[in-house]
């Protein structure tokens, strides 16, 4: 990989490039040895993407720090214009600028969010399987999981809507986690099921936080639907979770942006915000951010076309080659949810023969909660040469075991 000038200032990312991660500080790839016990392995468990973000953010992010001097930063209105920019023209859906709130991360945000709107020892609903740091959250702020799992049928996953409201009425939670598009599922909720989920939770009053950090990795086929547009009486029930961070492989600058459209709600999560002494947004994040929104688009149109190829050829390499397995058909977020069940291996086996055999680093389905048990969550925002061969050694491996 080039270091030179030119390259920040070149127009185009080649996405098939495989990059040396060394040095980076990469939690997916510089730590396997001390994780997994082998430093070959394919990683592809995190949510992180192995592509250079847009060369316009990584042009912003330089000519700022050219300037040498990294005083407090704060919030501009050019910064609220390029996010509410975004989700006007990618969504449409307005959003008003004192809704806005930054935190350094969702999780931060759903975890003043838990705090903000329930008591201590209270019931929190989630839907499994689910991006485990929502159980880890719960927990850490000293509140119950109440879980409400999805139906599995043939199609993919269908949501219990009897199981949600009567969990409701039996348990009185006080917040509802929501997360669409659906990790690990790839499920991208229709506007019909958020109305049902939504109008429950009013009648019920319990109030919602609702994740939508994957929205823009939404493929040609789906749409996803802000909850923010789906009337006053909704989003005034509601912390809706935004960040560049998935979009355009900004994890590590840690940003996102949190809507809440209520005055009450936001005051609440104010108090906690300054309760627990999160400082103001950092100054890295900010121009990243405001780049990604006002310059990133094309890049990300890209990015999106090319993962949705390598969904494609997955889906259709898994289904002809290792017919045991079942693999989900996403319909946003770049993960496979692949079923391994069919070859019966316990969850420590089924762990040590992809690290040992296969040479792959999944994320295991049980972490997700009990319904992943089987399971593993493969991460394919990679380069397709990365993909292939992480597929190639799957299929070696479980040739063997036959
Ligand atoms: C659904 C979901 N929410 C939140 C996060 C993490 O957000 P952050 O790193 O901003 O805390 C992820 C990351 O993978 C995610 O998939």
Same mark, same amino acid.
């Given at each position: 990989m080039s270091h030179s000038k030119e390259h920040f200032y070149k127009q185009e990312i080649d996405f098939d490039q495989e990059h &040396?991660? &060394?040095? /980076? @500080?990469?939690?997916?790839?510089?730590f396997r040895k001390e994780r997994v016990g082998r430093d070959d392995v394919i990683a592809m468990w995190v949510? &992180?993407?192995d592509f250079e973000t847009s060369p316009a953010i990584q042009k912003a992010i330089v000519k700022r720090a050219k300037r040498g001097i990294y005083g407090y930063a704060a919030v501009t209105e050019e910064y609220t214009n390029a996010v509410i920019g975004w989700f006007q023209k990618r969504h449409q859906w307005t959003i008003a600028p004192e809704s806005i709130k930054q935190t350094p991360g969702v999780i931060t945000a759903i975890h003043l969010g838990i705090q903000a709107l329930s008591e201590l020892n209270d019931f929190i609903l989630i839907q499994t399987p689910v991006y485990h740091p929502f159980f880890r959250v719960i927990k850490q702020t000293k509140r119950q999981v109440l879980e409400n799992p999805f139906i599995r049928t043939e199609k993919g996953y269908e949501i219990d809507f009897e199981d949600f409201k009567q969990k409701i009425i039996e348990y009185k939670p006080k917040v509802f986690i929501l997360c669409n598009p659906h990790n690990p599922i790839g499920k991208v909720y229709r506007k019909e099921e958020l109305i049902k989920l939504g109008e429950i939770c009013l009648q019920y009053d319990v109030k919602m936080i609702v994740d939508? @950090?994957?929205? &823009? /990795?939404?493929?040609?086929?789906a749409k996803h639907i802000p909850f923010g547009t789906l009337g006053d009486a909704f989003a005034r029930n509601a912390i809706i979770c935004t960040a560049p961070s998935k979009s355009f492989n900004l994890a590590g600058i840690r940003n996102s942006n949190i809507i809440i459209p209520d005055e009450e709600l936001r005051a609440k999560f104010q108090a906690v915000y300054d309760f627990v002494g999160i400082p103001k947004p950092s100054l890295f994040p900010l121009v990243a951010t405001q780049a990604a929104y006002e310059k990133g688009e094309e890049w990300f149109d890209q990015v999106i076309a090319y993962i949705q190829q390598n969904r494609d050829y997955a889906i259709e390499r898994i289904e002809k080659n290792l017919s045991k397995l079942k693999v989900n058909h996403p319909e946003g977020t770049y993960f496979l949810w692949v079923d391994f069940s069919d070859y019966g291996l316990t969850k420590e086996e089924l762990e040590k023969f992809l690290i040992d055999k296969a040479g792959v680093w999944f994320n295991q389905g049980y972490i997700f909660g009990s319904q992943g048990i089987g399971f593993v969550r493969i991460n394919i925002a990679c380069p397709r040469k990365t993909l292939k061969r992480a597929l190639k050694q799957l299929e070696d491996a479980l040739n063997e075991l036959k």
């Open positions: &040396d991660f &060394d040095g /980076l @500080i990469s939690n997916k790839w510089n949510a &992180d993407m939508e @950090i994957h929205c &823009d /990795l939404v493929y040609s086929a």
